[in-house]
């Protein structure tokens, strides 16, 4: 069995693990939000101002930090005055299956659900399509509690005070279908909106332009050397890990061999290069770090589930995708000293979902039970460690076996572990510096890789107790299994 050596400080912290780093995206594409979350006031399925019950349990299970909205893409075609009030104009949605919206879910019941799962609202304003005077006037709407024309108009609409708004996204892959910018031309469009983008009820508003494409690190540089003492507090990026790594063949979400499976871990891999080379990039024009990054979207992107619509962008969720959950959080948490929130694409029935509906029904996807097992990361300090582990040679890469991250809070580790491998288990050695590591407890989410929760309540992937582990000379060792991932929880 091969064997992994993490060694830790207790008392060395690095960063602290920004809960928004487990946040999430809820864009107008197929049944995200329309028959999704949203179903209206006058379904037969349960639901709170329209707004499904288990929908709104199942976001509060896993203590929701963010959720982002209305796109996307979406977004920048987005007019929010045509959302509110009682007579709403219908919108034609010409990204995702070109079906026409009643825009019966808009900016008060985007933000009353916000409310409701005590989650921050992320909102992504249209530059693409839009105007400077349309973003404003949004703001006013939301934030202003004094007597002006759009405060007075929300207050006509039901809401007399104004909301919180601590995250605004100024305009979405603006390099792509929000525009096809050059970075130089978004850098001054940037700064135009940003001015006028005034919070009345929020004064810290974190203003977030928009970043690169995966791995176009000139258009990182190029907005930094324009924006770094501009009032930017944080840039986004959007990765999707793709099998083949053939957008026109992404590949299937439940057939795959173990080839295919290893490339599509050693696509997700990926995150941690294009992070620190961003990073980096960041680093040189602003050294004392204030311009953070957001990963407002990342997640497995495969071919859509046969006979469904090619634009709705539906697919399932197996073990594998649970890996992959695992090792971007991992990944996150590792550079949280440059990331401060994640969102993943996206919440329900679209892409990498944490739930998945028919009808009445209900699934927790195995990426749910991802985010499940790594609440206590939420708001913990990130322990320096030092770590080596063996690599695997698949699929024509050489794949780190082992990921990991271990944080503290209120005087308790917590350390999460995947083992990527499909066929070896691991021996891992964890040794405090100093002090004898007690209280140990474990779960594990481990299936076969194949395996996806189903609609008939079968549900192979979830969180058990663990008991693999023993403490000897103070060190506690433990087996991490083949494709699985696990959580230890111990003091010293």
Request: aromatic share 12%; glycine share 8%.
């Amino acid at each position: 069995m091969k064997t992994a050596y993490l060694k830790f400080d207790g008392e060395k912290t690095v960063s602290h693990i920004n809960k928004e780093i487990y946040g999430h995206f809820s864009e107008h594409l197929g049944r995200c939000i329309y028959n999704g979350i949203f179903v209206g006031k006058d379904s037969p399925i349960p639901n709170t101002d329209g707004v499904r019950n288990d929908v709104i349990d199942a976001l509060k299970e896993i203590e929701i930090p963010v959720l982002r909205w209305p796109g996307g893409c979406f977004a920048d075609e987005y007019h929010w005055h045509d959302g509110v009030g009682k007579n709403r104009r219908p919108i034609l949605n010409t990204n995702w299956g070109g079906v026409v919206e009643d825009n019966s879910f808009g900016t008060n019941e985007f933000l009353n659900l916000c409310e409701k799962l005590g989650c921050e609202p992320y909102l992504a304003g249209n530059m693409g399509s839009g105007t400077v005077s349309e973003l404003a006037s949004w703001l006013e709407y939301i934030t202003y509690d004094g007597n002006s024309p759009y405060a007075l108009e929300r207050k006509a609409n039901g809401r007399e005070r104004s909301w919180k708004l601590k995250y605004l996204g100024i305009g979405n892959e603006n390099w792509g279908c929000g525009g096809n910018m050059r970075p130089e031309t978004y850098a001054d469009e940037y700064r135009r909106y940003e001015t006028f983008a005034k919070n009345y009820s929020t004064p810290d508003m974190v203003k977030i332009a928009c970043g690169p494409n995966a791995d176009d690190y000139n258009w990182t540089e190029t907005i930094m050397q324009n924006l770094k003492s501009w009032h930017t507090g944080a840039i986004s990026l959007h990765y999707y890990t793709l099998p083949t790594g053939d957008w026109s063949k992404k590949g299937s979400a439940l057939t795959f061999d173990d080839n295919e499976y290893y490339k599509t871990i050693s696509s997700t891999m990926y995150m941690d290069e294009i992070i620190t080379k961003h990073g980096e990039i960041m680093n040189k024009y602003d050294p004392e770090g204030k311009i953070k990054l957001i990963v407002d979207e990342w997640g497995c992107w495969y071919d859509v589930e046969e006979g469904t619509n090619p634009g709705f962008l539906y697919q399932q969720n197996t073990m594998r995708d649970a890996i992959v959950a695992a090792i971007n959080l991992n990944i996150f948490n590792n550079h949280s000293d440059k990331v401060i929130m994640a969102n993943l694409a996206q919440v329900m029935n679209v892409l990498q979902s944490v739930l998945l509906s028919d009808g009445e029904r209900l699934v927790k996807t195995p990426t749910w039970q991802i985010f499940k097992m790594y609440l206590p990361h939420h708001d913990a300090e990130l322990v320096k460690t030092s770590f080596a582990a063996p690599d695997l040679e698949k699929a024509d890469k050489t794949i780190p076996m082992i990921t990991y991250s271990l944080s503290k809070k209120n005087g308790e580790f917590f350390l999460t572990a995947s083992n990527c491998s499909l066929d070896e288990d691991c021996t891992m050695l964890i040794d405090p510096e100093q002090g004898e590591i007690n209280n140990v407890t474990a779960q594990i989410v481990n299936a076969e890789i194949h395996s996806y929760n189903g609609f008939d309540n079968n549900t192979p992937v979830s969180i058990s107790d663990y008991n693999g582990f023993e403490i000897k000379e103070d060190k506690l060792r433990v087996t991490l299994p083949a494709h699985s991932v696990t959580a230890f929880k111990f003091k010293l």
